[in-house]
T-cell receptor
Framework: AQKITQTQPGMFVQEKEAVTLDCTYD???????LFWYKQPSSGEMIFLIY??????QNATEGRYSLNFQKARKSANLVISASQLGDSAMYFC????????????FGKGTRLHILP | DGGITQSPKYLFRKEGQNVTLSCEQN?????MYWYRQDPGQGLRLIYY???????QKGDIAEGYSVSREKKESFPLTVTSAQKNPTAFYLC?????????????FGPGTRLTVL
């Protein structure tokens, strides 16, 4: 069965430091996609970054990068040079590409950036 | 501007009443989804639709109903059978099909049962 695990319910990080948010996943499908979303206090869900299971390189989008370790089934999000506006909930999500269009989400990590 | 709209933003209902949450998208996406989020929790899938006139139950479909008569619209009805309906409801859409694609989300509706 598919499963996403985020073990850090909350994190506090000093502004301008880099932060790593952990995500592990479980699937028996060799073809899958991994996503990270940000949810500010307003409630909207903002797509940040995507990694395909066959992608050779780790995905990067601006200050966001995904540390993809396939053998460990790990897809950690790295935010470089954190800003106060990065304070939010962050969700890791996964979709098995050979199944339907469902995406499953982890329980999230609440990130607090300290000035 | 392309996007997803949900209305209303805040909704109050009396216990025992049905209520319908609106979700409209102009992204020409085939797939649409409804999620429920409780305080401090992740998203749980209620229903999803991969194509017009077709939809499937998600993980917590009991007490909810949907319709997909038009590609752009995927309304969710919270029925009186839903035992604890107070929550934040998010609608999303994606291109669909066997293509890797992210979901785009609406701003959400906060439902409170009085």
């Amino acid at each position: 069965a598919q499963k996403i695990t985020q073990t850090q319910p909350g994190m506090f990080v000093q502004e301008k430091e880099a932060v790593t948010l952990d995500c592990t996943y479980d699937t028996s499908d060799p073809s899958y996609g991994l996503f990270w979303y940000k949810q500010p206090s307003s409630g909207e869900m903002i797509f940040l970054i995507y990694q395909g299971s066959y992608d050779q390189q780790n995905a990067t989008e601006g200050r966001y990068s995904l540390n993809f370790q396939k053998a460990r089934k790990s897809a950690n999000l790295v935010i470089s040079a954190s800003q106060l506006g990065d304070s939010a909930m962050y969700f890791c999500a996964m979709r098995d590409l050979n199944r339907d269009d469902k995406i499953i989400f982890g329980k999230g990590t609440r990130l607090h950036i300290l000035p | 501007d392309g996007g997803i709209t949900q209305s209303p933003k805040y909704l109050f209902r009396k216990e025992g009443q049905n209520v319908t949450l609106s979700c409209e998208q102009n992204l020409n996406h085939d797939a649409m989804y409804w999620y429920r989020q409780d305080p401090g929790q992740g998203l749980r899938l209620i229903y999803y639709s991969q194509i017009v006139n077709d939809f499937q139950k998600g993980d917590i479909a009991e007490g909810y109903s949907v319709s997909r008569e038009k590609k752009e619209s995927f309304p969710l009805t919270v029925t009186s059978a839903q035992k604890n309906p107070t929550a934040f409801y998010l609608c999303a859409s994606s291109i669909g099909g066997h293509v890797v694609n992210e979901q785009f989300f609406g701003p959400g509706t906060r439902l409170t049962v009085l």
